[in-house]
């Protein structure tokens, strides 16, 4: 009887450093193409950095406060019941104005039921009294921001609900 000689086994060797190898080719790639798209980033801008304002100043970012909840005031026609009902936002860039807007909501809110009350449906229903109304309660509002020795930077009163019936 003749002894034949083991069969040599089959060594996972080359198979190893074949996959090892791949992985660090696909890795090397994926970082190359990740500095190529990280190399020009496009500028961050900090949410709260100033921007660049019409006039050249720096201006912070809008600061939106909410006159809750919705005004409904008795308009002022002689011959029906008339309603207006609408909500309002006061917008500032100024932090401090922020704060007064806050410290002083109750006699903002009662400066404009006061004012709307004074108006007619028919005075409110085009966009030019509505926009002349805007700025007038913008006023009204400075206006008690500067008596009470507050901040008074309101930039703007926007209506984001407006109902007259």
């Given at each position: 009887?003749?002894?034949?000689?083991?069969?040599?086994?089959?060594?996972?060797?080359?198979?190893?450093?074949?996959v090892v190898l791949l992985v660090a080719l696909a890795g090397t790639g994926i970082w190359a193409w990740l500095s190529r798209a990280n190399a020009n980033p496009a500028p961050e801008v900090a949410?709260?950095?100033?921007?660049?304002?019409?006039?050249?100043?720096?201006?912070?970012?809008?600061?939106?406060?909410?006159?809750?909840?919705?005004?409904?005031?008795?308009?002022?026609?002689?011959?029906?019941?008339?309603?207006?009902?609408?909500?309002?936002?006061?917008?500032?860039?100024?932090?401090?104005?922020?704060?007064?807007?806050?410290?002083?909501?109750?006699?903002?809110?009662?400066?404009?039921?006061?004012?709307?009350?004074?108006?007619?449906?028919?005075?409110?229903?085009?966009?030019?009294?509505?926009?002349?109304?805007?700025?007038?309660?913008?006023?009204?509002?400075?206006?008690?921001?500067?008596?009470?020795?507050?901040?008074?930077?309101?930039?703007?009163?926007?209506?984001?609900?407006?109902?007259?019936?």
């Open positions: 009887m003749s002894k034949q000689a083991p069969a040599p086994k089959s060594s996972k060797l080359p198979w190893i450093l074949v949410a709260d950095a100033p921007v660049e304002g019409a006039s050249g100043g720096k201006r912070g970012p809008a600061i939106y406060f909410p006159l809750d909840p919705a005004f409904v005031v008795n308009l002022a026609d002689p011959d029906s019941v008339r309603y207006l009902q609408a909500d309002v936002q006061l917008m500032t860039r100024d932090p401090a104005t922020a704060a007064a807007i806050e410290l002083h909501a109750p006699a903002i809110r009662n400066r404009l039921l006061l004012m709307f009350g004074q108006h007619t449906a028919d005075q409110l229903s085009q966009r030019a009294a509505k926009e002349r109304l805007q700025d007038s309660g913008r006023d009204e509002v400075r206006a008690l921001l500067k008596a009470e020795g507050a901040p008074a930077g309101v930039e703007a009163l926007y209506f984001t609900s407006f109902v007259t019936q």
